[in-house]
């Protein structure tokens, strides 16, 4: 509401017809069972309220960087009304119906899948080289057996560390923001930086760089910067989407109040041009592909932070591309990763899904975190037939990595059930078919707080092992177990999961 616009009038309306018309009108509603009264009336509702208008004073202080989130980008957009959209008396109705029906608290679910400790086709091993405490943002598996590259995140000296199929350091390069993200190609490679603050911030921090792999290894050449002032990126891909034999850019601009998904169109010498694609905050993931194979690649993304979902964009030819919601998840879920796979072997791509991102204003186990799978009937309609509850779940990579010819997972967790079961911050899914899998984790799953994983051939055998980063920035909160002091000054930055199928 614009100032000097009068005052609303209140409604006839309930406490629960205001909650689905406010709450349900910028994402799923969410029922007050959901959460407990402490947390609506503390965290959530007050963060309603600023969104609402209801509160004079909407901005609020950055508990991390001490900077105002309330920067310029955000009252342009409006986040905060200056003045109250919905009557006092309507908003009063509104906060009684949570508070009256939210439960003093809720219990966690105690899972019965039995978790075997026991990786039959794996190998443990830490990498020789470690920063301590971790701040593992991002491992990569290079191709053509080169290693390893992994980024810690230290404020004022961030690294990329280069490690040998061995596990040795080879060499390191340092940046003055922190690297999320590594393509190579080529002798050439990217680096993508977030910023110096990689924790949720409307700020335009985040680049891309270039370098030549084999003048950066002598230290000889800084990367030349091609792509600056991103708002806070998560995820990049590299991939022509205007078929002129470029290779243009795709970010996840998550950012925090705003940000947005966009392409970078490559015009040569350097040179680029933004284009949105949806501009809301919150996109962690993005697939290139030419999923209806007219000859252009399509985008398939999935959105965080309030209105949740994966959506899917479909290229036009002519540098459009037109938006269909594929799948709408709750804001409380914490949507975190997707890929798209085939698990039917029905020749359409089924997407599994993870959501269990717990660094927000409802720090509790949720039993509906885990790993999804919903299968595509070939029109691009999905439906659930799968789930693999897993508390705090961050990343899900679904590969054959037994050869057996069928897709296992395996899965991270960034935020797990650290006193009853810690072992689930890594589980490895064995597919038995049929949509059933056999559970399995390690004895030193809990060694680290694994964020980053990903997949690869290490040594060349043929076979996937997996590479899990840790990250450690501060004590688990309510960590009774004495963990978190122990990673502080023992967790490795980085463990290889050999595969070991082929030996």
């Known amino acids: 509401m614009e100032i000097g616009q009068p005052d609303p009038v209140a409604s006839n309306e309930s406490g629960a017809q205001m909650a689905k018309l406010y709450c349900g009108g910028c994402h799923l509603f969410v029922e007050p069972e959901k959460l407990p009264k402490a947390i609506w009336e503390n965290d959530v509702l007050p963060a309603m309220g600023n969104r609402l208008g209801i509160y004079r004073d909407s901005r609020e202080y950055d508990s991390i960087s001490g900077s105002l989130r309330y920067a310029s980008v955000v009252k342009k957009a409006n986040i905060f009304p200056e003045k109250p959209v919905l009557a006092k008396e309507d908003w009063e109705k509104l906060v009684a119906y949570y508070l009256q029906n939210a439960p003093k608290e809720i219990l966690p679910t105690q899972s019965n899948i039995k978790i075997k400790m026991e990786l039959k086709h794996f190998k443990y091993t830490e990498a020789a080289f470690a920063d301590r405490p971790p701040l593992t943002s991002m491992v990569k598996i290079l191709a053509d057996q080169q290693g390893i590259v992994f980024s810690d995140s230290k404020r004022n000296n961030n690294s990329l560390t280069f490690l040998t199929p061995g596990l040795e350091k080879a060499y390191g390069l340092r940046f003055n923001d922190t690297p999320i993200h590594y393509w190579g190609k080529g002798s050439d490679f990217f680096v993508t930086t977030i910023g110096k603050n990689v924790f949720p911030n409307d700020f335009f921090h985040g680049a891309v760089y270039r370098f030549r792999a084999a003048e950066s290894a002598s230290n000889r050449l800084d990367g030349k910067l091609w792509i600056s002032k991103l708002q806070r990126p998560v995820d990049m891909v590299f991939a022509d989407l205007d078929n002129d034999g470029l290779d243009d850019v795709l970010a996840c601009e998550f950012g925090d109040r705003t940000g947005k998904l966009a392409w970078y169109q490559n015009l040569g010498n350097g040179k680029f041009t933004q284009r949105l694609l949806k501009n809301t905050p919150g996109a ?48 409380l879920n914490g949507s975190q990763y997707f890929e798209l796979a085939d698990f039917n072997q029905d020749g359409h791509d089924d997407i599994l899904y993870v959501c269990g991102d717990n660094a927000d204003k409802t720090p509790i186990l949720k039993p509906y975190h885990g790993s999804y799978i919903f299968l595509n009937d070939g029109n691009l309609n999905f439906e659930q037939a799968y789930f693999y509850p897993q508390n705090g779940a961050y990343k899900s990579m679904a590969r054959d990595f037994d050869l057996d010819g069928d897709l296992d997972i395996a899965s991270i967790s960034f935020f797990p059930d650290y006193l009853n079961a810690p072992e689930e911050s890594f589980v490895y899914l064995e597919n038995q078919g049929n949509m059933t899998f056999e559970v399995f984790s390690f004895p030193e799953a809990a060694k680290g707080r694994w964020m980053v994983m990903d997949a690869g051939d290490v040594d060349g055998d043929g076979d996937l092992d997996l590479a899990l980063g840790s990250f450690v920035q501060f004590l688990a909160k309510g960590d009774t177990t004495g963990l978190s002091k122990r990673w502080l000054t023992d967790s490795p930055s980085v463990i290889l999961l050999e595969n070991t199928v082929r030996q």
């Open 284 to 331: 962690i993931k993005a697939i290139i592909k030419d999923y209806n194979k007219d000859g252009f690649n399509d985008v398939f993304a999935l959105m965080a932070q309030g209105d949740e979902g994966v959506f899917y964009f479909e290229n036009s030819g002519k540098g459009t591309f037109t938006e269909r919601r594929l799948l709408t998840f709750s804001p």
